[in-house]
């Protein structure tokens, strides 16, 4: 007899895993609310402003130049938003403030700056 409640138990274990299981993937999939934001866009920008913080009192010099960011102005229809995005040194220097530049977000992320001149 106690084989038999061995099984039995085994079987509504194994029953009430792949329950919870089924539960929790309709329950993920159901919840799930997609971010309007995110996704890759493409946007027309102006550099309105460029930022750079330097590196900690502590650190040396070959160690870090800091953290270059670039504040982007965008117009959407008649909204306008401003970004301000981490860049590197090149991307610093290479875009004044006032450069007309195409922006590349992917999931709010910069990934590409090019030139709109």
Do not use: W
Request: charged letters at 25%; proline letters at 3%; a neutral charge.
């Amino acid at each position: 007899m106690t084989p038999r409640r061995v099984e039995g138990s085994m079987n509504r274990r194994t029953v009430l895993a792949i329950l919870s299981g089924a539960f929790l993937l309709v329950s993920a999939c159901a919840s799930g609310k997609k971010d309007p934001s995110a996704g890759t866009r493409v946007l027309d920008a102006v550099v309105a402003e460029r930022e750079h913080e330097t590196a900690g009192p502590t650190a040396s010099s070959f160690q870090s130049t800091g953290n270059y960011f670039m504040v982007f102005e965008v117009h959407e229809g008649q909204a306008s938003a401003r970004y301000r995005l981490e860049v590197n040194r090149q991307q610093f220097y290479r875009y004044p403030e006032g450069s007309h530049v195409e922006i590349t977000l992917r999931d709010n992320i910069l990934v590409d700056i090019r030139s709109k001149e």
